[in-house]
């Protein structure tokens, strides 16, 4: 390969700095409507979304590589005054355009670091959502509404765009990678003439029923991801810690759940604590 790009290039060695610009022109033309018309032939596919948007990307980086490896030997043998002239160039380039250059910097750690991949929620900065592309000076995902600061929620619709260099910059917290699962807590508050013992096993026994087979998942997902992270946790059931402030009991229930489910989750449990409550005079919420 490189003897051939170095013939091509001497054959090129006579010809004009003009010719060399319109050729040039001309191939960047002619790559741009092959990249356009694979990827017309590619969106008319019957394959689903996530595999047509991965072939478009392959076949358009593959493209910019091959387009670069034909230009380079029409240019390779020019005079040392044009190198030396696009050296400067490029550092001159490099300053005025040093948050794009960054931003490339942040997508060759995001590809071969891998803090998140396609399809993660992840938190970056103060931008909240699932990830659907990750280009060269871009990372986009669809907002996800947020609670108490945390990533679980439910998508708003909008479009956001974070420039790579935030994974340099910001803090990065994915929640659906390695251990899809997160921590969370119900805090039920009674009054202090409640039966808070039964109140207490009433709730035991809704979490019994309503998040079992979540800790179950969370184990097999642990034993997956205490393989490439130190990520060791004793108990994985659900627990509840009894407390007091003033006027009142709290009973705070512990329990794992999926990182997306946790809205669902938590409407099923209260709305099953509040039917079970309602049946017992001697319970009463705040």
């Not at 240019?75 to 960054?102: C, H, P, Q």
């Not at 803090?115 to 871009?138: E, H, N, T």
């Not at 945390?150 to 340099?168: A, D, E, F, H, M």
């Not at 009054?191 to 969370?218: C, M, P, Q």
Request: glycine share 4%.
């Amino acid at each position: 390969m490189a003897n051939f790009l170095l013939d091509l290039g001497l054959k090129f060695n006579t010809v004009s700095v003009l010719i060399r610009i319109i050729i040039t022109l001309f191939l960047i033309i002619i790559f741009h409507l092959l990249k356009k018309s694979i990827c017309l032939y590619v969106n008319k596919s019957n394959s689903d979304s996530k595999d047509i948007i991965k072939y478009k990307k392959i076949s358009s980086q593959s493209i910019n590589i091959l387009l670069v490896m034909v230009i380079i030997p029409i240019w390779m043998n020019e005079s040392k005054d044009i190198l030396t002239f696009i050296g400067i160039l490029s550092a001159g380039l490099a300053f005025a355009f040093r948050d794009v250059v960054a931003n490339f910097l942040g997508w060759l750690i995001i590809i071969t670091q891998k803090p998140f991949q396609i399809g993660d929620r992840i938190k970056l900065g103060k931008s909240i959502g699932d990830v659907i592309a990750m280009d060269w000076f871009y990372t986009t995902i669809i907002e996800v509404i947020v609670n108490d600061d945390k990533t679980y929620g439910q998508s708003t619709g909008r479009i956001i765009y974070i420039p790579n260099i935030k994974v340099l910059t910001e803090e990065l917290i994915n929640e659906t990678n390695s251990f899809p699962f997160t921590w969370d807590e119900l805090e039920i508050n009674l009054t202090l003439k409640s039966n808070w013992k039964k109140a207490k096993d009433i709730l035991i026994s809704i979490a019994n029923n309503k998040v079992g087979d979540s800790e179950g998942e969370a184990k097999e997902a642990l034993k997956i991801a205490s393989k490439t992270l130190p990520i060791y946790y004793e108990n994985l059931s659900h627990t509840i810690y009894t407390s007091m402030e003033p006027g009142r009991v709290c009973l705070n229930l512990r329990f794992i759940c999926k990182a997306r489910n946790f809205r669902n989750l938590k409407h099923a449990l209260v709305e099953e604590i509040l039917v079970e409550f309602s049946k017992h005079e001697d319970i009463e919420l705040l």
